[in-house]
């Protein structure tokens, strides 16, 4: 079963995450990344998938927003699985129950990597993906990588968003760029998003050189 990317705007470029696909959500030190992977997440387990989170940060922290984020939602223990790490050799000890994986900072967790055995976890990865149809999001710091592994990783994951956040005239401009898609769509131009903390605004209309 696909994954519905519940983000007004955005959902007409990119309706849904297809079943067994690997996408990487990159950005700079902008927020809305680990907002549109928590909101993805959310979507899942509506849907009654488990959901996995890996994170490198503080677990009561990524609770606390998806508690807050989730107000309808069952209580976290029924769905929700997180395992906090300090670095990632694998990711296939988290496949096993399919549904929804996300991991936050893939970067920072695979640091140590050289880009042989990052190019083998993501196609271990990839593959537990597909016979699971599994979800899976890794979300990463921009310019945290070193230039052979960002290529490693945008070379082996079936989809790629960028977060964008630039000062402009009028304040900080925030737009995203899909320079990989999961269909082979290409979406070679800037989209103009707002993000409060608590919500994520597309608006299709805007054009950010």
Sequence with gaps: MNLPVEVP????????IQ???VVVVESGADSAKSFFVRRLGLTAARLGWPVT??????????????TAEGRSMPPLDGWLHIHERDELQSLEEFGGAGGFLAV???SFLTLHLPGHDLASLLRGVRSIARKNGMSVLLATDRGMFQPQSESVVIHLADGLLQFHAREGAEGVV?????????DGKFVDR???YEFDGKRLAIDLRS???
Excluded: C
């Design 9 to 16: 705007g955005l959902d007409t470029i990119i309706p849904q």
């Design 19 to 21: 079943e067994g696909s």
């Design 53 to 66: 989170f890996v994170t490198s940060r503080d677990r009561e922290e990524l609770v606390t927003q998806l």
């Design 104 to 106: 936050d900072s893939f």
């Design 174 to 182: 925030r737009f995203l760029r899909i320079p990989k898609w999961i």
């Design 190 to 192: 800037n989209i103009y």
């Design 207 to 209: 054009r950010v050189l």
